[in-house]
């Protein structure tokens, strides 16, 4: 899934992403809107998992 695709099913992501780890915030999440790198960092800090598994985590949805 690339940048493109992750913003236009962004709700859907952000759902699942609020379902496997409850520890992100809407606020968390609100940092998709232009901010991409902030945005994977804020998700590595609460979920202790690399960017590099995160992008493969949303490529499977």
Do not use: F, S
């Given at each position: 899934?690339?940048?493109?695709?992750l913003?236009?099913?962004?709700?859907?992501?952000?759902?699942?992403?609020?379902?496997?780890?409850?520890?992100?915030?809407?606020?968390?999440?609100?940092?998709?809107?232009?901010?991409?790198?902030?945005?994977?960092?804020?998700?590595?800090?609460?979920?202790?998992?690399?960017?590099?598994?995160?992008?493969?985590?949303?490529?499977?949805?």
């Amino acid at each position: 899934m690339n940048t493109t695709e992750l913003k236009g099913n962004w709700n859907e992501v952000k759902g699942k992403l609020k379902q496997k780890y409850a520890d992100l915030t809407d606020d968390d999440l609100l940092y998709e809107e232009g901010k991409e790198d902030e945005l994977y960092g804020r998700i590595q800090k609460k979920v202790g998992k690399t960017k590099d598994e995160i992008k493969q985590w949303i490529a499977e949805l």
